[in-house]
């Protein structure tokens, strides 16, 4: 076990000198990669809620919380309660989230337009790096079904011998063909973009494990269940 703890702690290091060395992710780097097995990235912590501050207050001390035009949202615009969750497609907690508790949230609460949900990137290492990059090219309506698809598969194409011939099987169903594909994977603006949102996220909201969510301006990490987040919702809707 302590090796195995140690070499994951390796594979995390190489992720991170990877990214900042990187100027995009090319197919031989994600080549090399393909001998990943398992998640690599931040280490999900155990679930925790911080105290509430007035929103508003939250947003000013923290701008990056205000929604633009580049997020991928779902959801009213006007719902009382706004979600931002940094999330990494090669995490497996937020794998969890997405297939056992997002089906609930979408129901329950984005549907009802009670809730207003964004997805933000964390590209820890550049497996992540290279399925987020695919997510952005496709077209932004289909951007959470596929995210459906890659988290519902994550133990599929990430222990694959050949990650990188996987990753094009689901980027086809997200309707990029072979040469959009690669071109995708080598887009320097957008690997820039993803790198900005992650390194804003660390600096100025002190994401260090994923997934980390944001409800109304409120901080919950980790791996918790959702009738946690449920909870947090209601709360919010309360104090309406």
């Not at 297939?99 to 992540?128: C, H, N």
């Not at 980027?171 to 063909?177: E, I, K």
């Not at 100025?204 to 990490?221: H, K, Q």
């Amino acid at each position: 076990m302590e090796k195995e703890y140690v070499m994951k702690k390796i594979i995390l290091a190489m992720g991170f000198v990877s990214i900042c060395a990187l100027s995009s992710v090319s197919l031989a780097e994600i080549s090399i990669w393909d001998k990943v097995k398992g998640a690599v990235g931040g280490e999900p912590v155990e679930g925790a809620s911080m105290p509430a501050q007035d929103v508003a207050a939250q947003i000013e001390t923290h701008p990056e919380l205000i929604i633009t035009e580049s997020d991928f949202s779902l959801g009213d615009p006007n719902a009382p309660v706004q979600i931002v969750e940094y999330m990494a497609t090669t995490c497996g907690h937020c794998a969890n989230f997405h297939k056992m508790s997002y089906p609930l949230l979408k129901k329950e609460m984005i549907d009802e337009g009670k809730v207003y949900f964004t997805v933000r990137q964390m590209v820890w290492d550049p497996i992540a790096m290279a399925v987020s990059k695919l997510l952005s090219c496709g077209p932004q309506e289909n951007y959470f079904n596929m995210l459906k698809v890659y988290m519902t598969t994550q133990d599929t194409w990430l222990k694959s011998n050949n990650v990188l011939e996987e990753l094009k099987k689901y980027a086809r169903m997200g309707g990029l063909d072979d040469e959009q594909f690669n071109q995708c994977l080598n887009d320097k603006d957008l690997h820039n973009q993803l790198m900005n949102v992650m390194t804003s996220a660390q600096t100025n909201l002190n994401v260090r494990s994923t997934p980390t969510f944001f409800i109304n301006g409120e901080r919950v990490e980790g791996a918790v269940p959702y009738t946690t987040i449920k909870n947090v919702i209601e709360k919010h809707l309360n104090d309406r």
